[in-house]
């Protein structure tokens, strides 16, 4: 297979199982929390490094922004032989319950997005492969279970370190323009939250054979009106600057177990 255009990898430079975070700065945070890591390629929002996770091989491989630069690194992923992709982000709450800092493993995604539906009908469901799913819902049991032990330990509050909520999520493609009456519907429907790659990511990764989950850190919540920058300069809250390193813990700690 010849180098992919976008991606500059071929067959042979990456392992089967990738970590796929949209922001190319959280490739290098994932990167800090594995041994023998090696940068293969940067091009656009692509950055791509190789790394060992408990003697796992795997690749980290950002897609930037929404479902159509995503859609370019599945496909160019799926090209050089990665089997297994895992979505590590940042998601909007869509629920009163749902708090900054808290963690989200999608079950499904809805399609308000376009891509996916240049792929199939939006009646096909965009959904996690269930080995992924399964791996990403027990790691994270078990690493909250850790922390509000350590909490209890230390005597914290016991909200610290951020709950893990399994539901659908919506992928929408207008960040900026999620009406109020979007938003009072997808909180209606039960949905979880929203963020912009997971549908199409799911949908090409289960037409191209391979397996597919995701995990994400609340940034936002949309219902309390509240957004990521909304309150200064910094792009997301502090509880949730922290916790994505603890959805990077749960999401490499699913990848050894999927190995």
């Known amino acids: ?15 089967e199982i990738a970590l796929v975070p949209g922001d190319p700065g959280r490739v290098d945070r994932i990167a800090r929390q594995c041994e023998n890591v090696e940068e293969v390629s940067q091009n656009r929002e692509y950055k791509i490094v190789n790394a060992e996770y408990e003697g796992v091989g795997l690749t980290i491989c950002s897609t930037g922004i929404g479902c159509p630069s995503a859609a370019i690194a599945i496909e160019e992923l799926s090209r050089v032989g990665v089997n297994t992709v895992v979505r590590v982000g940042t998601i909007g709450a869509l629920q009163e319950r749902v708090e900054i800092g808290d963690m989200i493993v999608a079950t499904g995604a809805a399609k308000e997005e376009g891509t996916s539906k240049r792929y199939e009908s939006a009646v096909y469901p965009a959904v996690p492969d269930y080995e992924v799913l399964t791996a990403l819902v027990d ?15 230390e005597g914290a509050s016991g909200d610290a370190a951020g709950r893990v909520h399994v539901g659908p999520i919506v992928s929408d493609d207008a960040f900026y323009n999620e009406s109020d009456e979007y938003v009072r519907d997808w909180n209606e429907a039960n949905l979880l939250a929203i963020e912009m790659e997971a549908a199409t990511v799911f949908a090409l990764a289960r037409r191209k054979g391979m397996r597919a989950g995701a995990i994400c850190t609340v940034d936002g919540n949309l219902v309390k009106g509240t957004q990521k920058g909304a309150d200064g300069d910094e792009e997301l809250p502090e509880k949730a600057k922290n916790n994505v390193e603890r959805a990077i813990g749960i999401a490499l700690d699913a990848v050894a177990r999927i190995a």
């Open 1 to 15: 297979m010849a180098k992919q255009p976008h991606l500059l990898v071929e067959e042979g430079d990456v392992n």
């Open 139 to 153: 790691a994270a049991e078990e690493n909250e279970e850790r922390a509000a032990s350590n909490e209890a330990a």
